[in-house]
């Protein structure tokens, strides 16, 4: 059975920092992208980083280049979403999900991830 446990989450005033981990099991995804999404509530869920099966590219929402960094590592089939300099509205569930997207456009999109996490909250206090 396939599973993606996120974990780091947690309560932390503006200007900190977190680091985001998923570890997934129940098959190999190396060869799979991963990514980040969010979901504040009362909203859509927001596409945040992710990042090819090698690590070669990675990709970014506008509003977290510069202070989110999304990595991997494939031989402990995990990803991580280093997150700096938090502010109030990055304040959401966190869940990491696997998939094949097609295009870089595609990178961004729910539809191209097929496998989720159950989320982890983050709440930045100003």
């Known amino acids: 059975q396939v599973q993606l446990v996120e974990s780091g989450g947690g309560l932390v005033q503006a200007g900190g920092s977190l680091r985001l981990s998923c570890a997934a099991s129940?098959?190999?995804?190396?060869?799979?992208?991963m990514a980040w999404f969010r979901r504040a509530p009362g909203k859509e869920p927001e596409f945040v980083a992710a990042i090819t099966w090698n690590g070669a590219s990675t990709y970014y929402a506008d509003s977290m280049k510069g202070r989110f960094t999304i990595s991997r590592d494939n031989a402990k089939t995990t990803v991580y979403l280093q997150m700096n300099s938090l502010k109030p509205e990055d304040t959401a569930v966190y869940y990491c999900?696997?998939?094949?997207?097609?295009?870089?456009?595609?990178?961004?999109?729910?539809?191209?991830?097929?496998?989720w996490g159950r989320g982890t909250q983050v709440t930045v206090s100003s």
């Open positions: 999900a696997v998939g094949s997207p097609f295009s870089s456009y595609s990178y961004s999109k729910l539809t191209s991830y097929d496998y």
């Open positions: 129940g098959r190999t995804f190396s060869t799979n992208a």
